[in-house]
């Protein structure tokens, strides 16, 4: 029998749940980050909300029906 060792950094997604931060890879739970109490920053365009991340900002919504219209039909 071998031991092996393969970096699966780039496959790991992360949830929040419950103050901590659960660790997933390929659907399963490797582990978790307490975050409950330690703060986080998160970035422009972001905010944390209990357990769950939202993508902010705003936009101006156009009153034509289309824009940019090639050849007249759209």
Not at 37 to 51: A, I, K, N, P, R
């Amino acid at each position: 029998m071998s031991d092996y060792r393969v970096n699966i950094t780039r496959k790991i997604t992360g949830k929040f749940e419950g103050g901590k931060l659960i660790l997933y890879h390929n659907h399963q739970p490797i582990g978790e980050l307490p975050v409950q109490g330690q703060g986080m920053t998160m970035y422009d365009g972001f905010e944390l909300d209990q357990s769950h991340v939202y993508a902010v900002g705003s936009y101006a919504f156009e009153d034509q029906y289309a824009q940019n219209c090639d050849m007249g039909w759209c």
